[in-house]
């Protein structure tokens, strides 16, 4: 399953749409498709449940989702499945209504836990919480409570096509110097060296990682303000103003479709994108993280993904936690099936990431390897207005000709503001 739909909404925009809770009242009347009725997928009986989940991009996901809900006996679960681009809107009006889902998939914001909006589900995880990926673990964990259960990891690194390199005479980037001069080499006719998504907003936080710094520290002080990511930024502008980037593509960086189809030679992803990836290409498919930057840099792996929360605000908190207990707790074999057969991800569970023999063997398993020794989690801190912030620098100083430096400035009185909200 992609992080993102098979409609034009991204990740970032689901960030951006969060801070909708801080003006709670602008979202009221936004989004459609966010009562209890026109849901699917529940089991007739028992207590009325809604969940809301966005539309994945992969076959097969909404019949899986649905299927496991209908299997549960002792509530009707409803599944909202919102297509198009208004899943975030949907999902944050209904949440200020009568009608709000009791149960959600999203990403760990602390504006989320700290306005009440999301229960504490510590009681449901800490009897399997050493199960559980110690970095998911933290990243759903605000002052010894866990809120949120992640149901899939999913890393993000660059895809290539082995042979386009090879008659280039180029070997694969460790350094972001190295992309630059491999996109060069690698743009003929109608082929473009690199796709890096189409505004470079998927690319944000590596950009800081490779670098050799962080979002903040945690102290929760601004820590991407470094020279380190200054150079990225000047090098990236290079690159975006090369003609070897693929710009304006058809789809996003979420689909493979701009690697398969031949419109580039290296292509920025998620995991859940390898299986069609390797349908279409076969062996002539390898990955690797996104290069060190400077003399401080080291090679990262975003790592993405969902998890499922449960509406402290719902009429029925205690029967979604029971229902989102026994969905993402006790169900392993619905848990595996969610991870490998709709896309690769990565269990977030070890028991049943050892289990999946699918991301075992051959790419899967250097997925998994990249995730292992580069992968990156989400902050919980680093909100949706910080994201919001740093998109800015990308779009000014990538994107546009601005200075980097005035560009971080700016960033920072913003992060700086929303700092203080959040911690004082």
């Keep these: 399953m992609s992080a993102m739909s098979n409609s034009n909404f991204s990740r970032r925009s689901i960030f951006r749409a969060a801070a909708g809770m801080a003006a709670a009242g602008t979202l009221a009347a936004c989004g459609s498709n966010n009562g209890r009725g026109g849901g699917s997928g529940g089991s007739g009986s028992g207590t009325p449940l809604t969940q809301y989940f966005h539309a994945y991009g992969e076959a097969g996901t909404e019949q899986a989702l649905k299927r496991y809900a209908a299997a549960y006996k002792k509530a009707d679960v409803n599944t909202n499945w919102i297509t198009g681009n208004n899943f975030e809107s949907a999902l944050f009006a209904a949440l200020l209504t ?26 449901l995880i800490d009897p399997v919480k050493s199960d559980f990926n110690p970095n998911d673990i933290k990243s759903h ?11 899939i990891d999913d890393p993000q690194f660059f895809y290539y096509r082995k042979s ?44 800081i990682w490779s ?41 996003d960086f979420w689909d493979p479709s701009a690697l398969n189809q031949g419109l580039c030679a290296i292509q920025w992803g998620g995991m859940w994108s390898m299986p ?5 290409l076969g062996d002539d498919l390898g990955i690797f993280p996104f290069p060190k930057i400077g003399s401080a840099g080291k090679p990262s792996v975003y790592n993405g993904g969902w998890s499922i929360f449960v509406n402290a605000k719902g009429k029925h908190v205690e029967e979604a936690k029971e229902y989102v207990k026994w969905l993402w707790i006790d169900q392993t074999q619905y848990q595996e099936d969610w991870a ?34 580069y992968g990156h989690f989400d902050n919980i801190a680093y909100d949706q207005t910080m994201q919001n912030a740093f998109a800015e620098v ?18 920072d009185k913003k992060v700086n503001v929303e700092l203080k909200k959040l911690f004082g």
Aim: net charge neutral; charged share 25%; with cysteine.
């Design 98 to 123: 009568s009608k709000a889902p009791d149960v959600f998939e999203f990403h760990p914001q602390l504006q989320l836990v700290k306005s009440g909006q999301v229960a504490d589900l510590t009681d």
């Design 211 to 251: 670098a050799g710094a962080d979002t903040i520290n945690e102290k929760n002080e601004i820590a991407y303000h470094t020279d380190g990511v200054i150079e990225g930024l000047k090098k990236l502008r290079t690159l975006f103003t090369s003609g070897n980037v693929l710009l304006d593509a058809p789809t």
């Design 276 to 280: 069609a990836m390797q349908q279409a």
């Design 340 to 373: 490998t057969s709709y896309g690769f991800h990565i269990p977030p569970r070890t028991s049943i990431a050892n289990k999946a023999t699918k991301l075992k063997s051959g790419l899967p398993a250097e997925g998994v390897k990249l995730f292992t020794d």
């Design 141 to 151: 964990t605000v002052d010894g409570k866990i809120y949120g259960i992640r149901m």
């Design 164 to 207: 386009m390199l090879e008659k280039a005479k180029v070997d694969v980037p460790t350094t972001l110097d190295e992309l630059v001069e491999a996109a060069a080499k690698l743009t003929t006719g109608k082929v473009k060296g690199v796709f890096l998504g189409n505004d470079f907003s998927a690319i944000q936080n590596p950009i």
């Design 394 to 411: 990308i779009a000014s100083s990538v994107r546009k000709n601005g200075d980097p430096e005035k560009a971080l400035d700016t960033c």
